[in-house]
């Protein structure tokens, strides 16, 4: 036991280190970025083209709110001098004339504030959903072995959906905050140097102080939010494979170990707390004290000033205040280039995946096809097809693939696990390309690289060993097989029922094709989730039906009622079959065994068996 507690917390303390090497590799690639990327800004801004006219009240409005602050100081002042008039008359009618004042500028700011907030609201939401479309659009190009690579993992691709677009849409934000912060700087300087020029030149050394705290306050928050986002990320993983896999983890009886787990990286979350609470408290404090001690210095400026008949009470203070905004409007702007650091590097990672050439772009436009009309989609030629997966390029998993079908022959492909099987599926419907060879369609032998790639995969009708179902109705699920904008009539929707024996639908208080499947088809037990999925593929009554070991999941009794329905579907179609249980494809017109990435026999069940070799040993194995 000692020895199982040894090694989990040798385990924990590798992805301790792991991660740490993650994280300072992340760093390290966002430092590169931040120092070498332009942020495309006009590209950007071309997101809120139908709200560009929103930008000019958006940028007035922060300005004006900006300046509302420095100016209010007139008033201030004013005011206070007037306190100490000996006329009470003049006192009054002064404050008045103050009072007014307070009321313009305000009115101002208001009206500033709610045209800014308002109008950058907008143009922030309606980019960041551009973006997302634009994001998820992209990823939708991309073949399918860029989604085989490790780093793009569907929560990479998830995370890259909901925070990239929000952060990029947070630099459009940041032009109100610029606005408004170069307002007060230049305004509180103006006023300042206006009243007394001679404070105003000794307060400046106050502003890069006062930038420095902004940014010291900043930096806290950034740094403990940082910290705690990885290790926080990492416990909600727990939850969500957790959820996902509820079964799993119940007939396992994994629950102490998976809060066990969860513990540990909220903990690990909590490990620096301490250290950070105070870094925080004291960094905070730090900033806001030195606003005090600024006031402190500035007072004891002033009184030397007026002390020496150099400056009056309404300069002194009117150059305080005027700085001392200005101050603090350069200390927003000098936090708004933090903001923007994460910005920028969100701004990189999305541009590169939207600027990246898929090799199979599946949203290729129909215009591009070639001639497709002319094609027969069932006749079909493998010619010395060599290939391996682009993320394992040491191991080649076809050798030189040949054969070729004819429309409307029914094929089956046998061979030992791993052989290349399902490859040779992935390759008929162009997820990926050969490296050498050459996969050919009709009787001109068109290279499917050349083909329009929606057309191609549209002539496929495809049930896979996994069923993927929506979490949806029946019906919405069977529909997913149509291209856009196309339809079939009712007639054809319930011959392809019951050529997919979907007669349980109307049993056991189903609903018909308004029965919902539940998550991932859930409700629906292992074969009617396939019939489900042969019915979805019938629904473009594709020419050619690719079959990838479609009733190996299921028991005997399930397997007779979806091979009934295979059977029935592969009527007058081309079809493609591999098959785990050899009696399924004994039918098939014609037979091919693969075996170590090569087909090394051809023919009909009767002529391989009388050929004593491959696939007559498989049947051997198989009656064991
Ligand atoms: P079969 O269908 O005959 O069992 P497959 O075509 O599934 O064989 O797999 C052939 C080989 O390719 C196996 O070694 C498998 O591990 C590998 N392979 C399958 N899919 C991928 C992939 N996406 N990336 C890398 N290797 C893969």
């Given at each position: 036991q000692a020895q199982v507690r040894r090694g989990s917390s040798h385990s924990e303390e590798c992805e301790i280190q792991r991660v740490k090497r993650e994280k300072e590799a992340e760093a390290e690639r966002e430092k590169e970025i931040v120092k070498g990327y332009k942020v495309p800004m006009g590209r950007l801004l071309s997101y809120n083209r139908p709200e560009w006219p929103f930008f000019v009240p958006a940028i007035l409005g922060a300005m004006v709110d900006g300046a509302a602050n420095p100016v209010c100081t007139v008033a201030l002042v004013g005011s206070m001098k007037a306190f100490?008039?000996?006329?009470k008359e003049e006192m009054r009618a002064d404050l008045e004339m103050m009072a007014l004042t307070f009321v313009l500028v305000g009115v101002a700011a208001l009206l500033g504030s709610t045209l800014s907030h308002g109008c950058f609201s907008i143009l922030g939401e309606a980019m960041t959903q551009r973006l997302r479309v634009a994001i998820l659009t992209g990823m939708f190009r991309q073949e399918v072995g860029f989604h085989d690579d490790p780093s793009n993992t569907p929560g990479m691709l998830s995370k890259a959906l909901e925070l990239w677009a929000f952060r990029v849409a947070v630099l459009c934000k940041s032009i109100q905050a610029k606005a408004a912060a170069m307002s007060s700087l230049v305004v509180g300087l103006v006023i300042a140097f206006v009243y007394c020029w001679q404070m105003s030149l000794v307060m400046l050394a106050s502003i890069p102080i006062m930038i420095a705290a902004s940014a010291l306050q900043w930096l806290v928050l950034l740094g403990a939010s940082k910290n705690e986002n990885q290790n926080i990320t990492n416990a909600n993983q727990i939850v969500v494979d957790s959820v996902m896999n509820a079964r799993t983890v119940q007939a396992l009886c994994v629950e102490k170990n998976l809060v066990h787990m969860y513990v540990g990286w909220v903990e690990k979350s909590l490990v620096g707390m301490w250290r950070r609470s105070l870094l925080a408290g004291i960094g905070f404090g730090v900033s806001n004290g030195i606003f005090f001690f600024i006031m402190a210095g500035g007072f004891y400026v002033a009184s030397l000033l007026i002390k020496e008949s150099i400056a009056d009470f309404e300069g002194v203070m009117m150059a305080f205040m005027g700085i001392f905004y200005a101050g603090m409007g350069a200390g927003q702007a000098a936090v708004m280039v933090g903001d923007a650091t994460k910005a920028k590097v969100a701004c990189h990672d999305l541009f590169q995946l939207m600027d990246r050439v898929s090799a199979i772009d599946g949203l290729e436009p129909a215009a591009t096809a070639a001639t497709p009309q002319k094609l027969e989609a069932g006749r079909l030629e493998f010619r010395d097809v060599k290939f391996f997966y682009p993320f394992r390029p040491?191991?080649?998993?076809?050798?030189g693939t040949s054969f070729s079908i004819s429309p409307g022959q029914s094929v089956g492909l046998v061979g030992p696990s791993g052989g290349g099987k399902s490859t040779v599926m992935s390759l008929i419907q162009r997820f990926y390309d050969p490296q050498e060879g050459q996969i050919l369609i009709g009787a001109d032998h068109v290279p499917l690289s050349a083909v329009n790639i929606r057309w191609w995969r549209r002539q496929i009708g495809f049930v896979g060993q996994e069923p993927i179902l929506f979490n949806t109705t029946v019906r919405a699920n069977i529909m997913y097989g149509l291209a856009e904008g196309e339809s079939v009539s009712d007639e054809y929707v319930s011959q392809c029922e019951k050529i997919s024996n979907l007669?349980?639908?109307?049993?056991?208080g189903n609903n018909g094709l308004e029965t919902e499947v539940g998550p991932?088809?859930?409700?629906?037990?292992g074969g009617q989730k396939q019939r489900v999925a042969i019915c979805r593929a019938l629904m473009r009554n594709p020419p050619v039906l690719l079959l990838d070991e479609a009733t190996s999941a299921l028991d005997t009794q399930s397997e007779a009622l979806v091979q009934q329905a295979l059977e029935a579907a592969r009527e007058g179609r081309t079809s493609f079959a591999i098959a785990h249980r050899l009696s399924t494809i004994q039918g098939c017109d014609v037979i091919l065994v693969n075996a170590d990435g090569r087909v090394v026999e051809r023919g009909s069940h009767e002529e391989l068996m009388a050929l004593k070799g491959v696939y007559y040993n498989l049947q051997m194995q198989a009656q064991r």
């Open positions: 100490f008039k000996p006329d040491g191991v080649l998993v076809l050798k007669a349980f639908l109307y049993k056991n991932r088809g859930s409700r629906l037990s």
